[in-house]
């Protein structure tokens, strides 16, 4: 056996092995004799590097990048319509049968709570790897997928096919995660959803191969259609015959009181697996019916989501706390007995304010009803009063701070409490930090709540500010901290030192500045100095700022503490930088946005960006001046007061025909 050929073999015979270990999980080998095969085949490749081809298994090594290239899909990635009871998801069939005929057999699989993808393979060979962005356009993700050892390099056939799936990361690996960035100060990720997302966009892409992530492959397209399947089903048989994984849980129904079946018997048992699932799909299972169906501008037809209900479960009230946020506001939490609900351990759950106490007559000892608002936040939902047992303790509403004593005060027209010691309260001092260090903020990572605690507790910090003067070795003198874990908070707090101007006024925490106020000021402003020396006058002009907000921000810039608080940090060196947006089209020019619900196709501050690369402005609130209010899923009262006040509702799919026809995208 010859150089070449010897190549060839290791290649395929470590191809073979990873499929079985990755796809059918049962390895036929040891991990010593892998190592021995994979070692023999970099050494081979080393030392006749003309031989090293892209769908050899040491390819998989990655490197790092300087940014993400677009990648404009072959075919568009749609989006699903979602069916949220069984009453939609039994009209949805009936439109199907109503446009095809009768009988129309289906097929259920699992939603997997992940990152779609899209791979493109050319005869057999792994060569484009993109996310879904809009759906049109995505980003090239080639080097950090190619390190995920379930996407093969190579097909077990010369197939040329796009396939489609869903990147997540395994529950067990993403507590992992965690635990270790925990202990290096690091990053704690939300949800294994958010995991994987973050990990496969690493520019470094020896990160992502770390990360342990794994992909389901539900579709692929054939560039050879006179062999390609004729249902879904046998789609999915034929991807996992060219060696791509795919969830066991599929299951043909003849019709749609089968798929509500498929649908009730997981709502639970979803919760056993070791990947987050959010709902089921129903497809029609004919991939010619699939054709006759066609298209919406979003969704496809032929296919539908089945949203699972937010799980509702009952536990015990052993006690009612008091926090106290970055703005004085004083918030009661419910401490709970632990229940697991939606696949995560709940031990406490907000209660938004005392009037909401008083309308759920919530006391200490009692069973109630929680369940996660938007499958995230828990909320307590009714008291079971039943139950409630003769000791259970009324809760009666603080009139002083539990942080510093000072006597608490109600605003006109809000329903909070606030504590009105900003300068001093140490719970308000820790909460402006915080969200200083705050993605929408100066984005400093590895610095969270356990991190400035302790430099709370160690009185190393009094202010934000402070951040900025303390050493590598300050950080050290931290528990759980090491040398590295250290040089990274050190540098990432250095590094924010120029951040763009918009995000300085956001950290700032001015009362009513938020994310869409701060951008408002920076694009007027340019500078933090020209609004440090405005007047009230011209703030109260600028569309989306008005008089109240304007009174807030002269007054936040001309208090003696503030003026001490940006010459301590323009003297530690943190100057934010001017904003000069480059508008590639003046089509919004004049128009003012304001977003509401969750969009599908991008994330809202995606949204927000392209608006204003068209002109555009985006707002926190709806008024009169606003002129599109654009809507998601789960719009709230923004919504409703568009409605009242006539204001122009754009769906999402109305705002990406209106960006696409102006080739933004």
């Given at each position: 056996?010859?150089?070449?050929?010897?190549?060839?073999?290791?290649?395929?015979?470590?191809?073979?092995?990873?499929?079985?270990?990755?796809?059918?999980?049962?390895?036929?080998?040891?991990?010593?004799?892998?190592?021995?095969?994979?070692?023999?085949?970099?050494?081979?490749?080393?030392?006749?590097?003309?031989?090293?081809?892209?769908?050899?298994?040491?390819?998989?090594?990655?490197?790092?990048?300087?940014?993400?290239?677009?990648?404009?899909?072959?075919?568009?990635?749609?989006?699903?319509?979602?069916?949220?009871?069984?009453?939609?998801?039994?009209?949805?069939?009936?439109?199907?049968?109503?446009?095809?005929?009768?009988?129309?057999?289906?097929?259920?699989?699992?939603?997997?709570?992940g990152l779609a993808i899209a791979l493109t393979y050319q005869n057999g060979i792994f060569t484009t790897g993109a996310t879904?962005?809009?759906?049109?356009?995505?980003?090239?993700?080639?080097?950090?997928?190619?390190?995920?050892?379930?996407?093969?390099?190579?097909?077990?056939?010369?197939?040329?096919?796009?396939?489609?799936?869903?990147?997540?990361?395994?529950?067990?690996?993403?507590?992992?995660?965690?635990?270790?960035?925990?202990?290096?100060?690091?990053?704690?990720?939300?949800?294994?959803?958010?995991?994987?997302?973050?990990?496969?966009?690493?520019?470094?892409?020896?990160?992502?191969?770390?990360?342990?992530?794994?992909?389901?492959?539900?579709?692929?397209?054939?560039?050879?259609?006179?062999?390609?399947?004729?249902?879904?089903?046998?789609?999915?048989?034929?991807?996992?015959?060219?060696?791509?994984?795919?969830?066991?849980?599929?299951?043909?129904?003849?019709?749609?009181?089968?798929?509500?079946?498929?649908?009730?018997?997981?709502?639970?048992?979803?919760?056993?697996?070791?990947?987050?699932?959010?709902?089921?799909?129903?497809?029609?299972?004919?991939?010619?019916?699939?054709?006759?169906?066609?298209?919406?501008?979003?969704?496809?037809?032929?296919?539908?989501?089945?949203?699972?209900?937010?799980?509702?479960?009952?536990?015990?009230?052993?006690?009612?706390?008091?926090?106290?946020?970055?703005?004085?506001?004083?918030?009661?939490?419910?401490?709970?007995?632990?229940?697991?609900?939606?696949?995560?351990?709940?031990?406490?759950?907000?209660?938004?304010?005392?009037?909401?106490?008083?309308?759920?007559?919530?006391?200490?000892?009692?069973?109630?009803?929680?369940?996660?608002?938007?499958?995230?936040?828990?909320?307590?939902?009714?008291?079971?009063?039943?139950?409630?047992?003769?000791?259970?303790?009324?809760?009666?509403?603080?009139?002083?701070?539990?942080?510093?004593?000072?006597?608490?005060?109600?605003?006109?027209?809000?329903?909070?409490?606030?504590?009105?010691?900003?300068?001093?309260?140490?719970?308000?001092?820790?909460?402006?930090?915080?969200?200083?260090?705050?993605?929408?903020?100066?984005?400093?990572?590895?610095?969270?709540?356990?991190?400035?605690?302790?430099?709370?507790?160690?009185?190393?910090?009094?202010?934000?500010?402070?951040?900025?003067?303390?050493?590598?070795?300050?950080?050290?003198?931290?528990?759980?901290?090491?040398?590295?874990?250290?040089?990274?908070?050190?540098?990432?707090?250095?590094?924010?030192?120029?951040?763009?101007?918009?995000?300085?006024?956001?950290?700032?925490?001015?009362?009513?500045?938020?994310?869409?106020?701060?951008?408002?000021?920076?694009?007027?402003?340019?500078?933090?100095?020209?609004?440090?020396?405005?007047?009230?006058?011209?703030?109260?002009?600028?569309?989306?700022?008005?008089?109240?907000?304007?009174?807030?921000?002269?007054?936040?810039?001309?208090?003696?503490?503030?003026?001490?608080?940006?010459?301590?940090?323009?003297?530690?060196?943190?100057?934010?930088?001017?904003?000069?947006?480059?508008?590639?089209?003046?089509?919004?020019?004049?128009?003012?946005?304001?977003?509401?619900?969750?969009?599908?196709?991008?994330?809202?501050?995606?949204?927000?960006?392209?608006?204003?690369?068209?002109?555009?402005?985006?707002?926190?609130?709806?008024?009169?001046?606003?002129?599109?209010?654009?809507?998601?899923?789960?719009?709230?009262?923004?919504?409703?007061?568009?409605?009242?006040?006539?204001?122009?509702?754009?769906?999402?799919?109305?705002?990406?025909?209106?960006?696409?026809?102006?080739?933004?995208?």
């Amino acid at each position: 056996m010859n150089v070449l050929e010897r190549i060839n073999f290791l290649k395929d015979e470590i191809n073979r092995h990873n499929y079985l270990y990755y796809i059918e999980e049962n390895p036929s080998l040891s991990d010593f004799e892998y190592d021995e095969m994979f070692r023999e085949l970099q050494k081979l490749e080393t030392e006749n590097k003309d031989l090293i081809t892209p769908d050899s298994p040491t390819q998989r090594l990655g490197s790092i990048g300087t940014k993400f290239e677009q990648h404009h899909h072959k075919y568009r990635l749609y989006s699903l319509d979602n069916s949220n009871n069984f009453e939609e998801l039994t009209k949805w069939y009936e439109r199907v049968t109503k446009e095809i005929g009768n009988n129309v057999e289906l097929v259920c699989e699992l939603k997997i709570d992940g990152l779609a993808i899209a791979l493109t393979y050319q005869n057999g060979i792994f060569t484009t790897g993109a996310t879904r962005g809009n759906g049109i356009v995505g980003e090239n993700i080639t080097a950090n997928l190619k390190t995920i050892k379930s996407i093969p390099l190579k097909l077990s056939q010369s197939k040329s096919v796009d396939v489609r799936g869903e990147i997540y990361m395994p529950k067990n690996s993403f507590e992992k995660l965690n635990e270790e960035n925990l202990k290096n100060g690091e990053k704690i990720f939300a949800n294994p959803r958010n995991a994987a997302s973050g990990s496969v966009r690493q520019l470094d892409s020896s990160i992502t191969a770390k990360r342990n992530l794994s992909m389901f492959c539900y579709a692929g397209i054939f560039e050879d259609m006179s062999s390609a399947p004729k249902s879904h089903l046998e789609n999915i048989k034929t991807l996992k015959t060219l060696g791509f994984k795919t969830n066991p849980n599929v299951q043909a129904c003849k019709n749609i009181e089968e798929a509500i079946e498929y649908c009730k018997a997981w709502e639970h048992k979803r919760f056993e697996l070791d990947y987050a699932t959010d709902g089921v799909v129903i497809k029609v299972n004919d991939l010619a019916l699939q054709n006759e169906l066609g298209f919406t501008s979003r969704a496809p037809k032929w296919a539908t989501a089945f949203k699972f209900p937010p799980e509702e479960v009952n536990t015990k009230v052993l006690d009612i706390e008091i926090s106290v946020g970055k703005t004085g506001a004083v918030t009661p939490i419910a401490v709970l007995e632990p229940v697991l609900l939606a696949g995560s351990m709940v031990a406490r759950a907000s209660l938004y304010n005392f009037d909401e106490i008083k309308r759920l007559d919530i006391r200490i000892g009692d069973i109630v009803l929680i369940k996660k608002a938007a499958e995230i936040i828990p909320k307590v939902i009714k008291v079971d009063e039943h139950s409630r047992e003769s000791h259970a303790v009324e809760f009666e509403t603080p009139t002083i701070c539990p942080a510093c004593s000072t006597s608490l005060e109600a605003r006109e027209g809000e329903v909070n409490l606030y504590c009105t010691n900003s300068l001093y309260c140490p719970a308000q001092i820790r909460g402006k930090i915080e969200y200083w260090v705050s993605k929408d903020a100066m984005d400093i990572d590895f610095v969270g709540p356990s991190i400035i605690e302790q430099l709370f507790a160690k009185n190393m910090i009094k202010s934000a500010a402070d951040l900025y003067a303390l050493s590598q070795q300050d950080f050290m003198q931290l528990d759980l901290i090491q040398e590295k874990s250290a040089f990274n908070i050190y540098h990432s707090i250095q590094s924010s030192k120029k951040r763009p101007l918009a995000r300085f006024l956001n950290a700032l925490s001015i009362r009513h500045v938020g994310k869409e106020t701060a951008q408002i000021l920076a694009s007027h402003f340019k500078t933090l100095e020209n609004i440090c020396s405005t007047n009230i006058d011209e703030l109260s002009h600028i569309d989306g700022v008005g008089e109240k907000i304007a009174q807030n921000i002269f007054g936040f810039f001309h208090d003696e503490n503030t003026i001490t608080f940006l010459e301590q940090l323009k003297k530690l060196g943190v100057e934010p930088n001017s904003e000069i947006f480059e508008v590639k089209s003046d089509i919004l020019s004049g128009k003012i946005f304001v977003l509401t619900g969750t969009l599908q196709n991008m994330t809202r501050d995606e949204t927000s960006e392209k608006i204003k690369l068209m002109g555009g402005k985006t707002a926190s609130s709806v008024s009169k001046n606003t002129s599109y209010v654009l809507t998601g899923e789960n719009a709230g009262s923004k919504l409703l007061k568009a409605q009242n006040l006539g204001v122009i509702i754009l769906s999402e799919d109305d705002f990406l025909n209106m960006i696409t026809e102006e080739n933004i995208l």
